[in-house]
């Protein structure tokens, strides 16, 4: 069978289709293909693996519905139009979990630095304006018995809940659309409604996945709900914030600071005023970016790629409704 991988993914990945004794045209890693070529090129193959934010809409799945699967290397699905995916039954499928750990490590990162200030005050070095020990001056916050705030629990969620409980005794609760009784249980997390958990916590990192219902709900009525002292960390997607809102709360002092390994759009331009905001650490979504975890992300959409095509079912399909 013929596959299209929309960008260059590690190579074991690449092996194991190859083994299969499938045919894979890989497209370049640095160039995104536009709406209309991938379409076109989609046109020309049985399945695709979509790496990256290819948008997967209706029209894609109207003009391509001889697709026999699609195999994300993410576990975000906010790109794919699920409903045009099932109108045409085609199984899609994602990494779920081969990437709680090393995505969770960046949220811990980007908490840890924003309590610091750490990257402003690499800036200040590099820039010459560091002079001297000033017993009062670039004092940050201590993460020690404090209390994190997961807005959306789930594997990566708990992931950083472990770390902050271990590292830092962190009391932890979370919002959710519904609880997660097995991630109470399992971390001892307590759930909130949203706005407790705008109140009570001191770091709120976000684990949702982008939707109609979490697009921009961190907005200026959110912040306004926060800590002064608080920091917002988003390892998501972008979108989840409302950046203006968020520049607003860190200028006006409204909250303390924000980690962001996601922004809408990226990349972030690099006039923003968010990379000169002191307690502001941005990173360029690099939440997967491990050796580890991409060959394992890799592997797992070729494995799904390869049920698929033997007419099995996708282990990690999101669709499932498209097997009854
Ligand atoms: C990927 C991600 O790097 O899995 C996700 O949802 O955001 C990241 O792991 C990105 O989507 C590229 O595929």
Request: with cysteine; aromatic share 6%; net charge negative.
């Amino acid at each position: 069978m013929k596959i299209l991988i929309t960008r260059k993914i590690p190579q074991k990945g690449i092996q194991l289709l190859e083994e299969a004794g499938h045919t894979l045209t890989i497209h370049s890693e640095t160039v995104t293909l536009t709406k209309t070529e991938l379409i076109n090129l989609a046109k020309q193959h049985d399945a695709v693996v979509s790496v990256g934010g290819n948008q997967l809409d209706s029209n894609f799945f109207e003009q391509c519905n001889h697709l026999k699967c699609i195999a994300l290397m993410s576990v975000g699905y906010d790109n794919v139009d699920i409903n045009a995916a099932n109108l045409y039954k085609i199984p899609v499928s994602n990494t779920s979990d081969v990437l709680s750990k090393a995505t969770s490590d960046i949220a811990f990162l980007l908490m840890l630095a924003v309590s610091r200030n750490a990257f402003n005050m690499h800036k200040k070095i590099e820039q010459g304006s560091w002079k001297n020990f000033e017993p009062t001056a670039d004092l940050g916050i201590e993460l020690y018995g404090k209390t994190l705030g997961v807005f959306g629990l789930g594997r990566i969620g708990i992931e950083l809940a472990k770390k902050a409980k271990a590292a830092y005794e962190m009391k932890i609760i979370y919002h959710n659309r519904k609880r997660n009784e097995e991630a109470e249980d399992l971390i001892g997390a307590t759930y909130v409604s949203f706005d407790e958990l705008l109140a009570q916590s001191d770091v709120i990192s976000i684990h949702a996945n982008l939707s109609d219902e979490t697009r921009e709900i961190f907005d200026k009525t959110a912040f306004s709900k926060m800590k002064s002292s608080a920091l917002f960390i988003n390892t998501a997607r972008g979108a989840v914030h409302n950046e203006k809102d968020l520049i607003e709360a860190i200028q006006s002092k409204t909250i303390w600071g924000a980690g962001l390994d996601v922004t809408n759009p990226e990349p972030m331009d690099k006039t923003n005023p968010l990379l000169n905001l002191p307690n502001v650490c941005v990173l360029p979504h690099i939440g997967s970016a491990t050796v580890e975890t991409r060959d394992q992300m890799a592997l797992m959409a070729a494995r799904n790629i390869i049920a698929a095509l033997n007419n099995q079912k996708m282990p990690q399909v999101i669709n499932k409704e498209v097997y009854d």
